[in-house]
């Protein structure tokens, strides 16, 4: 289960701010994770970094995406530290939730029976798909960016 972040100190780092720049709060990157339904997932994989787009579901404070048991992403069956990432930019504003975490299979029956039951977790890629990997945050952090006026 996730743990309350505290998104300025979490990394050890003092953020830098700017004008125009200003730190999520752990309530809103959550909800920005709720609302989101793909994002990136990323990893060092044995012949280097990967990142990934996958399609997602915020459950339980973790994210939760389901993948071919052949594919890369069947590595992160085995505990994995990834980092996941779901972003949005526009003309006038961008943002960036970064939860970094550990990476497993699903193995709990009751678990696997509601994911399946859930309508919401659909991949984008054709072909199976049925191994369902959940994130479980370390750290959430997130920024927004607002263009200058003119």
Known sequence: ???????????????IEHEGTSVLSTAECRRLLRAAHSGRVAWTAPDGPQVLPVSTLYRNGNIVFRTSPHGPLSALR????VAFEIDSIDRAEAWSVVVRGVATEIHAQYDLIELWEDEGLVPWAGGKRPLFIEIQPQTISGRRYRRPAD
């Open 1 to 15: 289960m996730a743990g309350d972040f505290d998104t300025d100190t979490e990394t050890g780092v003092e953020p």
């Open 78 to 81: 085995h505990r994995t530290y």
